[in-house]
T-cell receptor
């Protein structure tokens, strides 16, 4: 079956512009995550959706970042007034509904969108 | 707060065994996972330990000691294709059960 897909694979924009990054999760996965990864670092959690709702958006760095998942499948990460510091690879992952404690469902990652803000 | 430490780089020879350590400091530990990421690729899941002990999956094994806040990934019979970055990531109550990731260990394998 198809894995997680992300578009575009690369996005170059100018400082101050608005960008949208799209994620198409694995069919049937109710959980969707957005991460940001800088060179030489691990992924940094941004936001987690369970179904259509943002169950945890504590990782969003500021109010320029926003994400939606209106139908519980595809998600869009939106960045307003981009800054050079937003340049990174934005990763999306999906999984079955995560449980607590020992009930762990592995996250499947997409190939990422490399965002460059000039 | 939460923090994870792992070596930035490890070098090994093809066919050998290598261990990548991870120590963590968290407020409400639930489990330790390991992911592999090739250059330019997506992270892929390797293992998850919620309880103390060793979990074995083929050439890869993962160990956890909750009392020592320590875990490791063991790779045996190294192959060139194992050259990648390896990340440990903790599920923690203090982070709403989200994964907190280490900075990764780059594994370099020489023939």
């Amino acid at each position: 079956g198809a894995g997680v897909s992300q578009t575009p694979s690369n996005k170059v924009t100018e400082k101050g512009k608005y960008v949208e990054l799209r994620c198409d999760p694995i069919s049937g996965h109710t959980a969707l995550y957005w991460y940001r990864q800088s060179l030489g670092q691990g992924p940094e959690f941004l936001i987690y959706f369970q179904g259509t709702g943002a169950a945890d958006d504590s990782g969003l760095p500021n109010d320029r970042f926003f994400a939606v998942r209106p139908e519980g499948s595809v998600s869009t990460l939106k960045i307003q007034r981009t800054e050079r510091g937003d340049s990174a690879v934005y990763l999306c992952a999906s999984s079955l509904r995560p449980g607590l404690a020992g009930n762990y469902n592995e996250q499947f990652f997409g190939p990422g969108t490399r965002l460059t803000v000039l | 707060g939460q923090s994870l430490e792992q070596p930035s780089e490890v070098t090994a020879v093809e066919g050998a065994i290598v261990q990548i350590n991870c120590t963590y400091q968290t407020s409400g530990f639930y489990g330790l996972s390991w992911y592999q990421q090739h250059d330019g690729g997506a992270p892929t899941f390797l293992s998850y330990n919620a309880l103390d002990g060793l979990e074995e999956t083929g050439r890869f094994s993962s160990f956890l000691s909750r009392s020592d806040s320590y875990g490791y990934l063991l790779l045996q019979e190294l192959q060139m294709k194992d050259s990648a970055s390896y990340f440990c990531a903790v599920r923690d109550r203090g982070s709403n059960y989200q994964l907190i990731w280490g900075a990764g260990t780059k594994l370099i394998i020489k023939p």
